[in-house]
């Protein structure tokens, strides 16, 4: 598997326009995209961290994947994300690893990447993402 880089960090929020308010009034960074995904019923906003992006995820259906979240642990860290160059060789090798994937294969993501989720009891707890950019 080819890992270049964090992708992003997806943070579960119940309320993206007072999350964006307090990561640009209080922190200081600038929003540059907000992007809604229906097939994964949330809303996201974007931020840009030296070369890493913060993720704001807002449920759009409370019986959606944040929504469930964050009725479970509450707002916060969601997921880690990872930038890799083939994305269903990937999958393939880290199933092949043992390890438990949600995708088996890649779907569409925020920001048109392809994602492939592996479940956190594979991870030491952390759901984990792939993304491959195909545009790159």
Do not use: W
């Amino acid at each position: 598997m080819n890992i270049s880089h964090i992708e992003h960090i997806g943070i579960a929020v119940k309320n993206l326009e007072e999350s964006i308010s307090y990561y640009e009034n209080i922190l200081g960074f600038k929003c540059y995209a907000i992007e809604e995904v229906p097939e994964q019923k949330v809303k996201t906003a974007f931020f840009m961290v030296g070369q890493t992006k913060i993720e704001l995820l807002e449920s759009t259906d409370p019986e959606g994947p944040i929504g469930k979240f964050i009725e479970k642990k509450g707002e916060g860290i969601h997921h880690l994300a990872f930038a890799t160059k083939n994305l269903e060789s990937a999958l393939t090798e880290v199933e092949a690893k043992g390890v438990q994937l949600i995708d088996k294969t890649p779907r569409k993501g925020a920001e048109g990447l392809h994602i492939g989720f592996l479940h956190p009891k594979s991870t030491q707890g952390v759901l984990t993402e792939l993304c491959e950019d195909k545009n790159k």
